[in-house]
């Protein structure tokens, strides 16, 4: 097994980043601070695997935060991109790829009738609520405590600590004025989101959700919580959004909505959808889509929407999983891998649990299973970055947070999988 401690290279450009940019990254995740230490840079990547500036190897489980459900460097994808390049990189006008595109997306993702190019999960998540609230002329966006939807500002809340509570902004620069139309709900609870429409119902624009929640590690949603959501906002004239940036085409080519069977009115997309370029999405109902600009008056607007770079690379992803779907061998390797881990905490006796959901999964360092943020705020993080570095310094690259999932990828061979089994059992029984 190769122990990769030598981060030299790492550390000094590392270095330099901190005086040049804040914190020394482009997004926070990035830096390490939940786990302490500094980030490996990276120089390149390969099917499984991150190679670092150090030369050392890594089997990568982040796959980027979920878009290279493919691996790294698919040869499809990369073909793609670069006979894309050949004719120019932006044009700011239609393109036939944005129709291939939005063929795809359509016809992969059920409740998809209509779609619209963003840039980033974020775009497309800001943009669903704005057409939400333009759509049925209210204020009240419901979100769930646990559930990240990007840094839109009224999105950017803490729980309260009842069931539901109107809520404060959890960032310096979010105004009260922002978040004071966002009620912030508990996951999972059937009684706090029936009293918030009772209480609610008829100001309530939308309810927006991660129907499997990837961030806060992985969260499955009981099922009695994802169907009451689409009666209640059916019943009372609200939206249905699934934030599917991290589910879609990863739990299924469909994505939740698929898994479950439920149709929302708006679906948010983003990461696989780009296949490793930055591309977002909304999508859903043809009626309510139909309120965008310039077809309706709901405004949004993107100079690089749909560029024909990045709509190349999620046009070769999307073609890729649809031609030949990976997720019966992505649910058996993810399964291998979740019962070689739920073995090793076993044989260490160590206080953790095993969440997955297809090929998300998380360990969390917990005394029971958790199914909302109060119990994923208990899980023992200290112990988790204990986890995190002893799997670093034997060549396995895990989300360096314990409220991330990580992912398995297409590129993952039975090899990388034993190997990573292995690790954790070294490190687990090390921990005690
Ligand atoms: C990653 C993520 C986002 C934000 O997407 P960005 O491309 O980072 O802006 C939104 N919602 C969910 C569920 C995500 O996982």
Redesign the pocket.
């Known amino acids: 097994m190769t122990t990769t401690t030598a981060r030299q290279k790492s550390h000094e450009i590392f270095e330099r980043a901190q005086q040049l940019m804040p914190g020394g990254v482009n997004?926070p995740a990035r830096a390490f601070g939940a786990v302490g230490g500094e980030p490996i840079v990276i120089d390149r990547a390969e099917g499984a695997y991150l190679y670092d500036v150090d030369g050392n190897q890594y089997v990568d489980y982040v796959g980027s935060?979920?878009p290279m459900i493919l691996g790294h460097r698919h040869p499809s994808v990369i073909r793609a991109i670069e006979n894309a390049l050949s004719k120019g990189t932006s044009f700011g006008a239609p393109t036939e790829a944005e129709n291939r595109l939005a063929e795809l997306i359509i016809d992969c993702v059920p409740s998809v009738e209509k779609v619209r190019l963003v840039n980033?999960?974020?775009?497309?998540?800001m943009s669903a609520i704005r057409l939400a609230r333009g759509f049925t002329g209210r204020d009240i966006v419901v979100k769930f405590a646990g559930?990240?939807?990007?840094?839109v500002d009224s999105l950017l809340v803490a729980a309260g600590s009842s069931a539901a509570t109107l809520s404060v902004p959890n960032s310096p620069g979010v105004t009260e004025g922002t978040t004071k139309d966002t009620l912030v709900l508990h996951y999972n609870d059937v009684d706090g989101l029936g009293a918030a429409f009772q209480a609610h119902g008829y100001r309530i624009a939308c309810v927006i959700v991660?129907p499997v929640v990837?961030?806060m590690g992985c969260v499955k949603p009981g099922s009695e919580f994802l169907h009451l959501m689409r009666e209640l906002t059916a019943d009372y004239g609200a939206l249905l959004i699934f934030?599917?940036?991290?589910?879609g085409f990863r739990v299924a080519l469909g994505g939740a909505q698929e898994l479950f069977d439920i149709m929302p009115d708006l679906t948010?997309l983003?990461?696989i959808v780009g296949g490793g370029l930055?591309i977002?999405a909304y999508g859903g109902r043809a009626d309510v889509m139909d309120h965008v600009l310039p077809a309706g008056k709901v405004f949004q607007a993107g100079t690089l929407s749909g560029n024909p770079v990045a709509t190349a690379g999620g046009i070769a992803t999307l073609t890729a999983l649809m031609q030949e779907p990976p997720y019966h061998q992505l649910e058996a390797k993810s399964a291998r891998l979740a019962n070689g881990l739920a073995e090793a905490v076993k044989v260490a006796e160590a206080r953790a649990h095993l969440s997955r959901v297809g090929s998300m999964l998380t360990l969390f360092f917990s005394a029971g299973q958790v199914d909302d943020w109060n119990a994923a705020a208990e899980c023992d993080t200290q112990m988790f970055a204990k986890y995190f570095w002893g799997m670093m310094d034997r060549g396995i690259y895990l989300p360096c947070s314990q409220y991330e999932a990580m992912f398995v990828s297409v590129a993952h061979g039975d090899e990388d999988i034993a190997r990573t089994v292995a690790a954790a059992n070294e490190v687990l029984s090390e921990l005690g």
């Open positions: 997004s935060w979920g980033s999960g974020t775009e497309a998540t559930n990240y939807h990007g840094h991660e990837g961030n934030d599917e940036v991290m589910t948010t983003g990461k930055p977002g």
